[in-house]
């Protein structure tokens, strides 16, 4: 049998691959817990992660409720019942979908699965980070454009196209931004991407985006282009917790993605509550209801405060400010409120904002007029 005494063991630090070393460790809004741990503090609210102030559906908790007793079991792999829901609700097949743990998920795999390390993957500057992160984690080369007023400059992401393009992520609406780019700017990009680039569109907010000008993207994945729409029951759908994203793509790049995926990436319970709430359409319409009641009476409150914010469509706003943002995250953060500094997007002086329930708006500005 081998024993540690058997001989002398050098303690050595193993070294990840080159491109890891450079990741630093995702860094999420601080959990409620972790506040009231490290503060004391107990009437902790979150405005950090873009989370659905109103909570899960009452349909979903249900389900969830419903699927306890049977987590002892895998779920089904295939999670034939909610693609089909899925296909049915999108109006395509379940061929075209994808399930992952989150869309984070899915947006890995497609890294995992398409980009190698001789590869060039285009995004923005402020961008959604994960894009950044899943470049890294294959070794490959980040191509970052500048982006213009807060938004992804289309044009200058079709410029820095070259033959080693593999993937060009674009979210829509962005985080931390909460800006998008318009259909028309969108069917100019897609006429200059070549054929073989495989474009993603993350589109985490769409249910809360009510522009008529927003692009519809399924029609580029039905028309066989390379590309993938990724989007997620984290949102709108109330189930963050639950990790339940889906990507949207032509057959032959399913099939390629479910290579790459794990055998049961999805939980039975978050199988279950995400059809819950995607039947849940007054759960829907509620939210979004209260997400535009909610960002007038933050843009009035800023307005009235002369602070810039950039207008959002999400369920989340990106406040500009004369200080650090760290400085004033730390300050709302004495006071029970998480906000998101976002100096690691390149915006030190501002912090983002989630988009809350009336009472947690009006605690938020409370709370940010006494800060200043
Ligand atoms: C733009 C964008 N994409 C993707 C995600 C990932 O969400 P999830 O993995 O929970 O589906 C987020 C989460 O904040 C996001 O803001």
Redesign the pocket.
Known sequence: MYTLTQRKIKVVMLKPKPSIETIQPYQGGKPIEEVQRELGITDIIKLA??ENSLGPSPLALQAIAERAGQVHLYPDGNAFYLKNDLAAHLGISAEHLIL?N????V?QLIAEAYVAPDDEVIYAAGA?V?YSLVTKLCSATAVVVPMQHDTHDLSAMTAAITDKTKVIFV?N???PTGTMVTADETAAFMEQVPDDVLVVF?E??YEYVLRSDYPQTLPYVLAGRNFII?R????IYGL?GL???YGIAPPALIETLNRVRQPFNCSLVGQAAARAALKDTAHVKKSQTSNIAGKAFLYEAFDDMGFRYTETEGNFIMLHLAQLGTDIADGLLQKGIIVRPIGGYGYPNAIRVTIGTQQENERFVRALRGNL
């Open positions: 992660s873009n992952g989150g869309s984070n998920d947006l959604f994960v979210a609406p962005n985080n993350d985490a907010y990724t997620t029951f984290s949102k963050a990790r339940i994203g």
